[in-house]
Every structure is written in C-alpha cells, then in structure tokens.
C-alpha cells in the first residue's frame, strides 16, 4: 500500500513520544502525592512542637518539588495539567507556617520557590493553621502570644486582596482570599474574648486583697 511504511514510521515516533509522557505523567503524579502527603506531616509536627521534625520533612518535600520539576522539564504541558501546582500550594503552605511558627519569619516567594500564585495560594492557605496554633495558645493561656500570628493573618489577607485578577490568572484565589477573611474575623473574636477574659481574672486577686484590707 503506498505510503505504509512513511505511516509506520509516524505513528512509531508517535507512540513512543506519547510513551514517555506518560510515563512522565505517571512518575509525576506519584511525586506530587508524596509532596503532600510530607507537606501535611510537617504541619502537624509543628502543632506538635517538634519544630525539627517539621523542617526535615518540608525538606524533603522540597527535594521531591525538584525531582518533578527536572522529569517534566519537556513536558510543560503535563506540568501544568493542574496536579503540580497542587503540590507547589501544599510546599508553600507547609513552609510557610514552619517559619512563621517557628521563627516570626514570614518567608518571600524567592524564599518558597514555586510559582508566584502557588505562593499566594500557599499563603491563604496557611492563615487556617495559623488560626488553630493560635487556638491552642488561647487554650494553654497563652492569648497575648496569640496577638503576633493574628496580625500575620490580618497581613495575609491585605496581601491576598490586592490581586484582583481574571480566575485564569490567579486560579481560584479569590475563594481563598474569602476564606482567609472569614477565618480573621472568627479568630479576632475568639482572641478579644480571651484576653478581655484574661484580663479579668487577673484583676481578681487584686480586688481580693483590697477588701481585706
């Protein structure tokens, strides 16, 4: 038939082409659940206060992030086919709030090193964990230390809000940016109401003394 084999030869360089992005595909996706799955165990480490822990497994995850970066090099298409910058968002997330517990350190996009609106996302993200670290400090009586990581969070949520772009832009930021609010104002009360309560309490044993004398 003529022109079979030129088809032959096509469809061979096809396939194969086809092949190993797949296989790209495949080994990527296996690496982008590992980085979460580090991601998510680093953030419990540090709600458990083991600070080293947390910063060995972000670690780790970071090392992961690079290994698929340099196996979708030629592939920029799978790269972004969505799960990747899942990935990139959970690293972000994950060292954001190992600094920022850990150091009062809030890490720049330089500092992270995953696209600019993985950051941000990363960013909003992180303004959930740092509610409950500051629910834990209200429940060991700890509210003042609280103030710092609530202004963290106030910073976070200006910063979300001034990227007022198309959705094909910032890829679902606006629903995080809602979120990070909605978590402020729940946090904000939850704080006030601590300290005003510690306050109190600790006005007590001077009145006290005052009607014994």
């Given at each position: 038939m003529p022109g079979s084999s030129i088809f032959e030869k096509i469809s061979l360089e096809l396939l194969r082409s086809f092949d190993e992005k797949d296989r790209a595909?495949?080994?990527a996706l296996v690496l982008s659940r590992k980085v979460i799955r580090l991601c998510s165990s680093s953030i419990r480490s540090v709600h458990?206060?083991?600070l080293e822990e947390a910063k060995s497994l972000v670690g780790q995850a970071a090392e992961e992030l690079e290994m698929i970066s340099k196996l979708l090099k030629d592939h920029q298409d799978v790269r972004y086919a969505g799960f990747v910058d899942g990935a990139e968002q959970e690293y972000a997330e994950a060292l954001t709030v190992h600094s920022i517990i850990?150091?009062?350190k809030i890490p720049s996009p330089d500092d992270v090193g995953v696209e600019r609106v993985n950051y941000l996302a990363g960013l909003g993200d992180a303004s959930g964990?740092?509610?409950?670290?500051?629910?834990?400090?209200?429940?060991s009586g700890r509210?003042?230390?609280?103030?710092?990581?609530?202004?963290?969070m106030?910073?976070?949520y200006y910063l979300l809000m001034l990227f007022d772009y198309p959705?094909?832009?910032?890829?679902?930021l606006r629903r995080k940016s809602d979120l990070a609010r909605s978590m402020l104002e729940r946090t904000r009360g939850d704080l006030t109401n601590a300290l005003e309560i510690s306050r109190l309490e600790s006005s007590l044993p001077k009145k006290k003394q005052l009607k014994i004398k």
């Open positions: 595909r495949e080994e458990r206060k083991e850990s150091r009062h964990e740092l509610r409950r670290h500051i629910l834990d400090l209200i429940r509210a003042k230390d609280g103030e710092y990581f609530l202004e963290v106030e910073e976070i959705d094909a832009i910032t890829r679902g």
